[in-house]
């Protein structure tokens, strides 16, 4: 098992950044494929970003290409996701998730492993 929890959501203007944390305990992090989607209200879980177990891959949405980052620290067991340039299109619920394989994947049903999400508004 694989117990997930963020962090660093909040309230934020058009053009600024936001650091959410994703703290991971349970079973060894290091060896396990990490991502982040989001859902607005009213619409359906989206893919956000991925990335491997040593963080020496990653894959982003286009969406948000360009302005989001995605990190990991296998010593602190957390995973990051710089946000920057926020949109209010970028308005969510961000949730982490983990994978039981060491690799990226951009389909949430390969994810066995949710947190509870962290609410991320972008005001116009």
């Known amino acids: 098992q694989v117990q997930l929890v963020e962090s660093g959501g909040g309230l934020v203007q058009t053009g600024g950044s936001l650091r959410l944390s994703c703290a991971a305990s349970?079973?060894?992090?290091?060896?396990?494929?990490m991502g982040w989607f989001r859902q607005a209200p009213g619409k359906e879980r989206e893919f956000v970003a991925t990335?491997?177990?040593?963080?020496?891959?990653?894959y982003y949405a286009d969406s948000v290409k360009g302005r989001f980052t995605i990190s990991r620290d296998n010593a602190k067991n957390t995973v990051y996701l710089q946000m920057n340039s926020l949109k209010p299109e970028d308005t969510a619920v961000y949730y982490c998730a983990a994978r039981g394989t060491k690799y990226t994947s951009s389909w949430y049903r390969d994810y066995d492993h949710w947190g509870q999400g962290t609410q991320v508004t972008v005001s116009s």
């Open positions: 349970g079973r060894t992090f290091s060896s396990i494929g």
């Open positions: 990335i491997s177990w040593s963080g020496g891959s990653t």
